[in-house]
């Protein structure tokens, strides 16, 4: 779960900044030039974590492993053709928590800006408490995924996503209240689900095609469960109304919940 918890952290320090220059300049000044400083804070934390990357100390066990051609990387054809079921399953697994990331981020952001009045500044500061509550969430899904299992507490969460659906789009329409009580509800959800979501199903891959296997089911898996997720769902509010939002993300947690089954049912064959 520690690397999970970069994704929120960089929300609040991106939503901070945002909301900072938003409050303080003038619309003009920001649409022309403001918004791009934000950018620049980016690019020096990116220096940061690279530098962090290639100070990362190999231990003794993982630089035998790796010598030994058990942690060799894999070509992603040949891991293709070896793996493509699991492949297919993990980037179906953490779909729900993926869909909802940019369910509690981008698509209010954008509701609120584009069908109401309010100002985008008030809604960063909700957006940046709420992701907090995420930071503390995902903490706790560790300490779940010890005790009960990682695959339970991605399936638990999904039944969670699926019931959130049904009602929480709805809120963004209920003033300042119902925003805040969607932005929390939904991080709290997200991060017992985004906390796991990362290692659903690596463990039923071969050594050999781990680490292209792993990289694959992640980048497929935000593909499909991200990449069109706050369009999708602004289009269907925008047009069919917030409910339809809902019936988006729920599709995200069936999902979810027949690929853990699937891959439960492959590891049981393997």
Known sequence: ??????????????SL????FTATLPAE???????????FVAFAINVVALF????????PEFRRLFETRDLQPESPLATLRTEWKTIVIGAFAPLASFALFHMVTVFPLSWVFLFTEETPTRFLLIESAAAAFGV???????LLADRIGRRRVL???ALAIAIFSGFAPQLLDLGEGGEIAFMLTGFIILGLAFGQSSGAVSANFANRHRYTASAMTSDLAWLFGAGFAP???LWLS???GLLASGAYLLSGALATLVALWLNSELGKNR
């Open 136 to 142: 503390a969430a995902i903490i706790i899904s560790g």
């Open 52 to 59: 962090a990357r290639l100070r990362i100390v190999v231990t």
């Open 29 to 39: 000044d920001f649409l022309e030039w403001g918004w791009r400083f934000p950018f």
């Open 155 to 157: 399936g638990y969460s």
């Open 238 to 240: 925008a047009n069919l």
């Open 17 to 20: 900044l945002f909301a900072f």
């Open 1 to 14: 779960m520690i690397p999970q918890l970069g994704a929120p952290l960089g929300l609040i320090v991106a």
């Open 231 to 233: 369009l999708v769902a």
